[in-house]
């Protein structure tokens, strides 16, 4: 674990992929054809601790929803790159609009799609019902699955390397 915390002291970005990141993976249709997702609070506040104490978050999805973007809103996320059926275009251009080299990102996926990002960015991890070769080129698999504390683990595990967690959990024992 020593060698995940040492790279997560170097991100200043954290790219997360949204079904079966963010959500559960699946896919809710109303019988008007509109999607749903269900995304976690938990997840969410993670999501609002890592942003204050200075990391840049992105979100990176190959499919396009209303839902994902009135989120992305909600959590103060800027950077959304949707409908981005391959992604390494989308975090290109991510890390030239945030000035970053890929070393200084940590991308969070779950499935094929997400591979090429996660050879390339300098903390890969993934949730556990990530297909074998994902996990295999994961440097870290979350214990949490998506949907379900995953992110929250993610933002913490960041926060708890690079000493700004405490800072962000102080608030609440007042």
């Given at each position: 674990m020593q060698h995940i915390l040492e790279r997560a002291k170097k991100i200043r970005a954290v790219v997360f992929d949204v079904d079966g990141v963010l959500t559960d993976g699946s896919l809710?249709?109303?019988d008007?054809?509109?999607?749903?997702?269900?995304?976690?609070?938990h997840d969410g506040h993670g999501i609002k601790m890592l942003k204050a104490s200075g990391i840049n978050i992105a979100l990176i999805t190959g499919r396009e929803s209303r839902c994902v973007a009135l989120k992305a809103k909600?959590?103060?996320?800027t950077l959304v790159?949707?409908?981005a059926k391959v992604k390494l275009p989308a975090f290109e251009a991510l890390l030239q609009k945030l000035e970053l080299d890929a070393s200084a990102c940590a991308y969070v996926g779950d499935?094929?799609?997400?591979?090429?990002?996660?050879l390339r960015c300098g903390l890969a991890?993934?949730?556990?019902?990530?297909?074998?070769?994902?996990k295999r080129h994961a440097h870290y698999v979350?214990?949490?699955?998506g949907g379900r504390g995953a992110v929250?683990?993610?933002c913490e595990m960041i926060m708890q390397a690079q000493d700004t967690l405490d800072a962000q959990l102080v608030t609440y024992l007042k």
């Amino acid at each position: 674990m020593q060698h995940i915390l040492e790279r997560a002291k170097k991100i200043r970005a954290v790219v997360f992929d949204v079904d079966g990141v963010l959500t559960d993976g699946s896919l809710y249709l109303t019988d008007s054809g509109e999607e749903m997702k269900a995304f976690n609070s938990h997840d969410g506040h993670g999501i609002k601790m890592l942003k204050a104490s200075g990391i840049n978050i992105a979100l990176i999805t190959g499919r396009e929803s209303r839902c994902v973007a009135l989120k992305a809103k909600d959590w103060g996320i800027t950077l959304v790159y949707q409908g981005a059926k391959v992604k390494l275009p989308a975090f290109e251009a991510l890390l030239q609009k945030l000035e970053l080299d890929a070393s200084a990102c940590a991308y969070v996926g779950d499935d094929l799609i997400d591979l090429p990002v996660m050879l390339r960015c300098g903390l890969a991890i993934c949730v556990p019902a990530a297909p074998a070769l994902v996990k295999r080129h994961a440097h870290y698999v979350t214990c949490l699955e998506g949907g379900r504390g995953a992110v929250r683990e993610i933002c913490e595990m960041i926060m708890q390397a690079q000493d700004t967690l405490d800072a962000q959990l102080v608030t609440y024992l007042k």
